[in-house]
């Protein structure tokens, strides 16, 4: 039997009761579904401090971002389910991220690893605006392969039933075949 795909789960907003975790366990329990193995990793957990050279220079990259980066290695795939802040992906994200760019090893890591973007948003584009910068901030550095598809959740405080599932039924379908996409380009890679 093959080994499941392991995709880790990034979402870009650790705040309680945050949309965006939201959808990202709901991503986390639709990919379980569909056979995958996902891991949900709490960013603000890896205590990563804002980006600062001096702090490079004088203590090193932070132990955080090694984590973040040995993950990224051990999954075959990423999701990144992130809020949008004045149109722009939020800090927490772009900081890991930056920080993760620190080390040598974080290109294997993650040139070539197909990923997708989620977003969620109380308004009514559902963060979608962001989108668009965040995926020429992971493609171009970092080189992940930032697929096509992609989900935008507007009005999320009313998305949710109680049970975490999307009330609309067509829009838990295109966040099914956004998922499915994903998998599908991971398994390809894989048996390559
Ligand atoms: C600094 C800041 C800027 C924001 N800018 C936007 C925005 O451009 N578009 C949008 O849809 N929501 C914006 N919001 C509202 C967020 O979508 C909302 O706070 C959302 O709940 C954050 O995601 P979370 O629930 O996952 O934490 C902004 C919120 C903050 C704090």
Wanted: with cysteine; charged share 15%; net charge negative.
């Amino acid at each position: 039997m093959t080994e499941p795909l392991r995709v880790l789960i990034l979402p870009g907003s650790a705040r309680t009761g945050s949309y965006n975790l939201q959808l990202a366990r709901l991503a986390e329990s639709l990919l379980r579904e569909q056979g995958a193995e996902p891991l949900l990793r709490d960013l603000r957990a890896l205590a990563l401090p804002l980006y600062d050279g001096d702090i490079e220079a004088s203590e090193g990259v932070p132990q955080g971002a090694h984590t973040l980066v040995s993950e990224m290695a051990a999954h075959d795939a990423l999701l990144v389910v992130s809020p949008e802040y004045n149109a722009f992906p939020p800090p927490l994200l772009i900081n890991a991220i930056d920080w993760a760019t620190r080390l040598p090893e974080h290109k294997p890591a993650m040139a070539g690893k197909p990923t997708v973007l989620l977003s969620a948003s109380p308004g009514a584009l559902g963060g979608i605006r962001s989108l668009l910068s965040l995926r020429s901030f992971l493609a171009l550095n970092p080189g992940l392969l930032v697929l096509p598809q992609q989900f935008a959740l507007n009005q999320a405080a009313q998305a949710f039933t109680g049970e975490g599932a999307l009330r609309d039924a067509q829009q838990q379908q295109r966040l099914q075949g956004v998922l499915s996409a994903l998998l599908c380009h991971a398994g390809a890679l894989r048996a390559a």
